[in-house]
């Protein structure tokens, strides 16, 4: 739900905040918002695409829940791939066993992926599944 004052909801809503995401913003909203936010101990601040940013919790990422999903189902770790582009899937990338980073990825990206795909608009991801999962190359 929209809230007008963050800090006043959060005081009052009787119940913990499991995620704070934002909208529009600006570069630097952006970095005005992460700086004030990485000095609050246990959160951090996550942009998943250039307008938007989250807040969570610093124990909730993705990577640590694909290994609990993987180790759940049975499914070793060199059996997971990952794709990403933008600066949510971090974690993501680093815990799967095959990482691929599509060509327009951001620069955090490109570097925590073990492979490189062609872009989104280029059938990036139809091009990873058939090089890493169909055909095992």
Known sequence: RRVDDVMESMMTCGRGIENISTMSLTHEEQEMIRQK?????????IIPCPTDLEITSAEADKGTALLQLADL????RDEVMAMGDGDNPYSLMKA????????NADRRIMEAADHRAPSNDEDGVADAVDRFVLTGR
């Open 37 to 45: 936010v990485m000095m609050i101990a246990g959160v951090r601040c």
């Open 73 to 76: 189902m049975g499914i070793r």
């Open 96 to 103: 799967a066993g095959i990482s691929v980073a599509v060509a």
